[in-house]
Each structure stands twice: as structure tokens, then as C-alpha cells.
């Protein structure tokens, strides 16, 4: 792509949020290296602001790509730790999570990465977007995977912030106050009927990890050990909060016999609103971008991080589709 080797241009990459659809993200991002393509600068909510910021601290997208498709995630499930004394506040309190995500992209500063960052988030008070380029990239990316109702607010300064995509779902236009002047947009949100959030109405069977015996990535080795260790640590807390809510469901049901079984819960009707409200504003943001890619991700659920393989690859092949067509090299042209 000569266009891209044009250096009077900066080129800047806008990750969406969309929970596991977002690890498409991780197979744009391959195949944009493939091309040789060199992102000056990033910008991501929620999702995308994970992945960003794993690739923006070495410019590399391999070893993401190997750690999340080893990962047991039905396991990692247990990693949240519920806090009912703050049950009000925000069903997870999100200190487990900090510690996997210290773990995945390092106890590093923004000024520590090797490409310019922006980190997303909403003001849970005023609705205001507040977007992080200084400080701890750990404590940006956990306030910007905050979703409402599930994540505790992340206090930060005199805020608390809350998920990035509440307000501005792919930030095309934070990209370009960093001072891009070409922007490649990742977009995962999709209409709601070709969506399905928490569970599955297919059963799928997640992949099975790979021994620790058999692992030869150094990193991945280190990170096995830490989330066995978070798991263990974590353990008591969630079989407690388990039983609490399994007699907390029986009791319900069993007072309201006449309530639909498929009444769809309170966390997916949460979802369900927040990806409503993202898309429409993905369709009037978007449009800034000079390039759109659209992976289609939309059969992956919320919290289906297990199939990570098929979405990266919906990810690299809807990125390597667009950079094939003449439309991106027509702008050689102008």
C-alpha cells in the first residue's frame, strides 16, 4: 500500500468498544502490520482501549494474539469479585480484573509507550467524555471497561468514570486531536436484531487450554501463573456470592410463579440499552474516518471471550478486505 508509506500523512487507529466482539480488534491490527502499515497514534473505548494499549506499549499484536487465544476464559469468568457490601455501587469491584489487566499490559505510565495513546472514558456524574493520555494506563483502561450497573465507578482525580463507550463508542475524533490527518476506524457494534449480549443460544464448546507443560511463551507462562493464583485467591468469594444469588433467585421465582422464564435479566436489559445507544452514535461519528472497517462480529456475545479465535479472524479479514480495495488506493491519487 504506497499510500500508507506516504509519510505527510499521520495515521491514527480508532478501536470501538464491544466487549469479546472487540478482539477483532486484534485481527485488524495483524493484518495492518502485514501491510506494513505504521499507526502513529491510537485512540480506543472500553475493549478498545485494552487492545490499544497492549499494542501501543511495543507496536506488536503477537503475543495478545497467543495470550488470549490460550486463555481459559470460563475459568477467568471467576476472576470478578463481587462485592455485596458495595452491591449498589456496581456488582464487580473490578480489583481482580486490575490485577489480570497489570498482568496483560504492564504497571507502565502513558509516556512509556512506544506509540501516543488515548484512553476514553465517561463522566458517571455528568456525562461528560473525559479522555486520559497521562498517569497509569492500567487505571485509564479499567475505567474505560467500566459497563454500568456491573463495574464499580473508577475514581480518577476528582471524577468517577465510568466505560468510554457510554459516550463515544469508536473515537474517531479523539484520534484526530492527537493529530492525525488519516484516520482507520475499527468498528464492532451492529444492529440490535444481529446481536445477542450475555448467553448463547447456541452451545458452543470453548477451546481447551493448552497444558502448562506445552507453553513456550515466557510472558504467557508468567500470566498462567498469576490468574491461577487470582483465581485461588478469589475462590471463596465467589462461591459465597454464588450461593447468595442462587437463594436469592429461588426465592423470586418461587413468589412469582407467572414471570416468562425467558424474561431476559436485569444485566442483559443494561446491554441491550447501552449497544442501542452506542450504535446510534457510531453512525454519526463514524463517518469522520477516512477508513471504516466493520468485522462481523455480531453472533459473538458480550462475555463470549472463548471464541477469540473467530473473532480476530473476522477481524483480519474484514481489515485485509478493506485495504484490497481500489477505494483506499485512490487516495494515493489525490
Known amino acids: 500500500m504506497e499510500f500508507f508509506k506516504n509519510k505527510k500523512f499521520k495515521i491514527g487507529l480508532a478501536l470501538g468498544s464491544g466487549a469479546a466482539r472487540g478482539l477483532a480488534h486484534i485481527g485488524v491490527l495483524k493484518a495492518l502490520k502485514e501491510e ?21 506499549r511495543k507496536g506488536e499484536i503477537a503475543s495478545l494474539e497467543e495470550i488470549i487465544l490460550m486463555i481459559d476464559w470460563k475459568q477467568l469468568v471467576r476472576l470478578a469479585d463481587p462485592n455485596l457490601a458495595l452491591l449498589f455501587k ?25 506509540i501516543p495513546l488515548a484512553v476514553v472514558t465517561t463522566d458517571a456524574n455528568t456525562g461528560e467524555e473525559v479522555v486520559i493520555k497521562e498517569g497509569s494506563v492500567i487505571e485509564a483502561v479499567r475505567a474505560s471497561i467500566s459497563m454500568p450497573a456491573i463495574f464499580m465507578p473508577v475514581k480518577f482525580k476528582n471524577r468517577f468514570l465510568i466505560d468510554g463507550g457510554i ?34 443460544t447456541k452451545k458452543q464448546k470453548p477451546p481447551v487450554p493448552i497444558p502448562k507443560a506445552q507453553i513456550k511463551n515466557v510472558t504467557l507462562a508468567a500470566l498462567n501463573d498469576k490468574i491461577d493464583k487470582l483465581l485461588q485467591d478469589n475462590k471463596n468469594k465467589m462461591q459465597n456470592f454464588q450461593k447468595l444469588t442462587n437463594v436469592f433467585k429461588k426465592k423470586i421465582y418461587k413468589r412469582n410463579q407467572r414471570i416468562e422464564p425467558n424474561t431476559p435479566s436485569i444485566f442483559n436489559t443494561i446491554i ?24 462481523d462480529t455480531g453472533g459473538i456475545a458480550t462475555l463470549e471471550f472463548y471464541r477469540g479465535r473467530e473473532a480476530i479472524s473476522e477481524g483480519y479479514r474484514a481489515a485485509k478486505d478493506i485495504l484490497d480495495r481500489d477505494k483506499i488506493r485512490s487516495y494515493n491519487t489525490n
Open 90 to 114: 456496581g456488582v464487580i469491584h473490578g480489583k481482580k480484573v486490575k490485577e489480570l489487566l497489570r498482568s496483560l499490559i504492564g504497571d507502565v505510565e502513558f509516556k512509556d509507550l512506544k
Open 272 to 295: 441491550q440499552a447501552i449497544y442501542t445507544m452506542e450504535y446510534e452514535i457510531v453512525k454519526l461519528k463514524i463517518k469522520e474516518a477516512d477508513v471504516i472497517i466493520t468485522p
Open 167 to 200: 459516550i463515544n463508542p469508536v473515537p474517531v475524533n479523539v484520534v484526530k486531536d492527537m493529530g492525525a490527518t488519516f484516520v482507520i476506524a475499527c468498528n464492532v457494534i451492529h444492529k440490535t436484531q444481529s446481536r445477542r449480549l450475555l448467553g448463547s
Open 36 to 56: 506494513n502499515i505504521s499507526i502513529d497514534m491510537i485512540a480506543g473505548s472500553s475493549i478498545g482501549a485494552l487492545v490499544g494499549a497492549c499494542y501501543a
